[in-house]
């Protein structure tokens, strides 16, 4: 075994406990240096060949800072990269292939976006070596033997150009401004721009400044910036954030026609139906977050993603997940876990400004769980702020069992950054209950891995770590109708299984109903009861139809869409047609959409 030490930049605060997992290290007090102050940066260093792993400072360290992790032998020669001492290190890279879509799926802070750095020549692996990094040519001998040795002497000499399109495109702006048909023309450097303005419909948006675009709409401009410009190596980090169904398609569709024998690309993608249909191979990324990550070898990518579900590595014979996710089809068949209607409504005619929305009568039992499924700005969130009492329609009317009280998680939560409080203090001052009991602890704050987070500035959060925060706060709330509008934005696919059994969780227990705005088909078939469709065109008129069984409502949706879903043989997860496949075909011309 080696051991290795992590101890968290982010949570380690030496000047709030006085070194704590100095004063208390076993060897320290007998005069060995298992832990030493790094002076010019004030904070400690855990020496790793010295440290026995007894796992005091972990304990001791008031902000569960500390990591002490043992791995088998053999990673250690596997290292490609490691920040500095006690940060988090990768062991071995992706390979990307010519003319192959590479696809990459893993846990937040397993190094995903470090990999494709890598990838891109933006960090220089180190080999382990952070104090002393080695030559390029020390580099390309260590992958001597690998895919990887030509790919690096290339990109080293410069013979390779990459581009990257980076995870977080909300901070686009804060970099570029101006319009977006000035920054799309100058960097169309092959004459695509043409293509994409039809596939990605960028007309809408063409003469809009950079500024004023919704998160979809960066998502769009993004990748089209990446994939016009003339490189050998594309590297798109979660291209899918944001986007509606159709346009999660589109994306993947032109990322897929991007590549070509000559061209390298290499995609990480949490929506599995979407990373499904975009990569040819792909590779797992385990480990623990935040401490170490590690590359599996590459997989095709439906015997990649039915390992990554089932939690087994078969040719590395490792179990990365205890338990396997599992699509439990009967699960279907039990169509409303109560008959008591909850909520009912009549038609209903809403305007706001000149957007319409008309809605057909429905009705929401206790327990029940409605996905909703549309395409962005077509009234979704509309129509749960009528249902709650927030927008009064012109015409209809909404039937409630005595008050009802809503709890709501918006689509975009960084206004939460403003809270100039600690994790703690904002979860205590938004919840109804006591976040500490065990009942509260065990439901919500564990399953999210919360209480690491304790203790950080809400403005220090990333991404992922704020939509955890926003997702437990609402579930802190007591309410009769929950809404999550995109949950899992942010989430990698362990969370967002464990958000989906979660938000089904608390409408059992709370006999609550839940409203879940989602674009990841595999969730929605994973969380939903029954699902609202939502059509008409996008920021003129909406309308939403009654709540149909998961089933009914998909295969409605799949088919405005234009697309067909088979279920994998062997998981039963959900799986995207190629278009003009022979599934594909055949399934159109029956009718199935969703099988
Ligand atoms: P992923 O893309 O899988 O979410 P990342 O590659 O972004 O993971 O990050 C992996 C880990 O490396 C995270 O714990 C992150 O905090 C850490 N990390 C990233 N950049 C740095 C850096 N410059 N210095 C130290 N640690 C870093
Ligand atoms: P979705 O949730 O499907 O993305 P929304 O219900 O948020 O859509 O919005 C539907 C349309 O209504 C959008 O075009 C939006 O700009 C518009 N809209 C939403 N709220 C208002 C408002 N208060 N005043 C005017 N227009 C609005
Ligand atoms: Fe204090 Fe923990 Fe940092 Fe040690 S690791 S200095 S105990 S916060
Ligand atoms: Fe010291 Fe034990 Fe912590 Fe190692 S694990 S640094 S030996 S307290």
Redesign the pocket.
Known sequence: MVRIAVI???LCKPKRCNFECLSFCPLVRTGTEAVIVDKEKNRPIIVENLCTGCGICTKKCPFKAIKIINLPEEYGKDIVHM??PN??R?YRLPIPKKGKVVGII??????????L?ILAGKIKPNLGSYDNPPEDSQIIRYFRGSELQPYFEELFKGKLKAVLKP?EVDIIPKFIKGKVCDLLERIDEVDRLKRYYVTLNLEKIWNRKISELSGGELQKIAVTAALIRNADIYLI?EPSSYLDVKERLNIAKAIREAVSEDIYLVV?EHDLAILDYISDLVHI?YGE???Y?IVSLPRGVRTGINAYLQGFLKEENLRIRREAITFDLRKEALRFPSKEVFLSWSKLRVSLGTFKLEVLPGEVHRGEVIGILGPNGIGKTTFVRVLAGEIIPEEGYVEKRGSIDISYKPQFISYLRENDITVLSYLREVSDYDISSSHIRSAIIKPLDIERLYKRKMSELSG?ELQRIAIASTMLKKAEIYLFDEPMAYL?VEQRFTVAKMIRRICDERESAAFVVEHDLIMQSFIANSIIVFGGEPSENGLANAPMSLRKGMNIFLRDVGITIRRDKETKRPRINREGSWMDRYQKSHGIYYL
Do not use: C, H
């Open positions: 968290d930049r982010f920040y500095g940060a988090f990768l893993g846990r937040n802070g397993t190094g995903k976006s470090t990999a750095k995870q980090d990480v990324i977050p935040g401490a990550g992922g990698d």
